[in-house]
């Protein structure tokens, strides 16, 4: 068997209303994602981290508080490792980004009740992985 592709996950959460609360994004060709890419090599899983996380939603001034576990995905030769991230500015309800290194794409980026169940096209893998974050920051 081939060696699983290692993926980082920059997982960032806000408290709201007396919930906690989700960063995604949606894609315009993918449907409602995580931040989430590939560690390049030479990179380490956190060097990838705070790469994807600007990349991906412009945020460059985060941190990564603590790494809040992996989870191997066989079925895609997939390995993805979660950290919790903490943006050092109050982020917006909603925003824009153009990904240059994503096909020049607009990411729509918004916050969702970790509790809640995307029912937008949301992969089940996706799924999977916010019960698994949820599971880990209790």
């Known amino acids: 068997m081939s060696q699983l592709i290692q993926k980082v996950v920059p997982v960032i959460i806000r408290s709201f209303d007396n919930r906690q609360e989700l960063l995604l994004f949606k894609h315009p060709k993918a449907g409602v994602q995580l ?5 390049e090599e030479d990179e380490t899983n956190e060097e990838a981290t705070m790469r994807e996380l600007f990349e991906e ?3 460059n001034d985060a941190a990564i508080l603590y790494k809040i576990g992996q989870k191997d995905y066989p079925s895609i030769n997939q390995s ?10 109050s982020l917006p309800n909603k925003w ?3 990904a240059d290194e994503e096909e020049g794409l607009n990411f729509s980026f918004f916050w969702q009740d970790i509790d809640i169940k995307i029912l937008t096209p949301w992969p089940e893998i996706f799924d999977d992985a916010r019960n698994y974050i949820k599971e880990r920051l209790q």
């Open 80 to 89: 993805w490792h979660f950290y919790l991230v903490k943006s050092s500015q």
């Open 57 to 59: 939603s412009g945020i």
């Open 96 to 98: 824009e980004h153009f």
């Open 35 to 39: 931040v989430k890419g590939t560690v």
